[in-house]
């Protein structure tokens, strides 16, 4: 490897976002640098992991899954397994109103992924320097519905990883100050394989199509005058 280039480590979730961040990440570094890691973390089903698996398979990269389930057991999120809640079904700015913030917050989820990567960056790539591509947008910031999205949030822990690793590892978070209509927008052009991708908080054959982010989802596409390639159950 020249002396120039750089490895990329990025979080894959199998969703619109984290996709196409893996998408930017083979155009700028060619996939023989880039690897992408998933995480466990008890969440309600496997599709998520099984999409970021086949997006991987799709762009020839590493791909690593970790195992973050024993912290989380602690949590009622409704993202989990074990909580007692459901998912809601509706958009987050009704979510928010109603109950001052989505109950799909996983706490400091993007934190202890992070930190997690972090990790496996310098086990992986010791001695060269990492990004670590994390997919946050600003409609997951906006009104604060997910903290660990927004840009003083990414700018924090992009300081936290560099010092921690002696410098080697940045983070970087190329969508935080995009809408998810720019998202899928920059994705089109790259011709990233959203047909391969999950973002549903429900499980089932198809996504549902009414929770959240199957909202904001099928909204982007529809403004970038094209409709999702994944079928909805509704």
């Not at 969440?43 to 389930?69: N, P």
């Not at 300081?159 to 209509?181: I, Q, R, W």
Request: proline share 5%.
């Amino acid at each position: 490897m020249s002396p120039a280039a750089k490895r990329a480590l990025v979080l894959s979730s199998g969703g619109v976002d984290s996709t196409t961040c893996l998408g930017l990440a083979v155009e700028k570094l060619g996939a023989e640098n880039v690897a992408s890691v998933s995480f466990f973390y008890g969440q309600r089903h496997d599709r998520e992991l099984r999409a970021a698996d086949a997006v991987a398979k799709h762009y020839g990269v590493r791909h690593y899954t970790l195992d973050l389930a024993g912290i989380m057991q602690y949590s009622d999120s409704a993202m989990l397994a074990n909580s007692s809640q459901q998912v809601p079904h509706g958009t987050y700015a009704k979510q928010i109103d109603e109950n001052g913030r989505p109950n799909t917050y996983v706490p400091f989820r993007n934190g202890l992924m992070l930190s997690a990567a972090g990790a496996l960056a310098m086990s992986l790539f010791p001695d060269e320097a990492c990004d670590i591509y994390l997919g946050a947008h600003a409609d997951d910031a906006a009104g604060d519905a997910y903290p660990d999205c927004s840009p003083a949030f990414t700018q924090a822990m992009d300081e936290a990883l560099s010092v921690g690793t002696y410098g080697n590892v940045h983070l970087v978070a190329p969508f935080v100050n995009c809408t998810k209509a720019q998202v899928v927008e920059r994705g089109l052009s790259l011709d990233v394989p959203y047909e391969l991708t999950w973002s549903c908080y429900e499980g089932g054959e198809a996504p549902c199509g009414t929770c959240a982010t199957c909202l904001d989802r099928i909204a982007a596409f529809r403004a970038n005058g094209t409709e999702d390639p994944v079928p909805y159950a509704e």
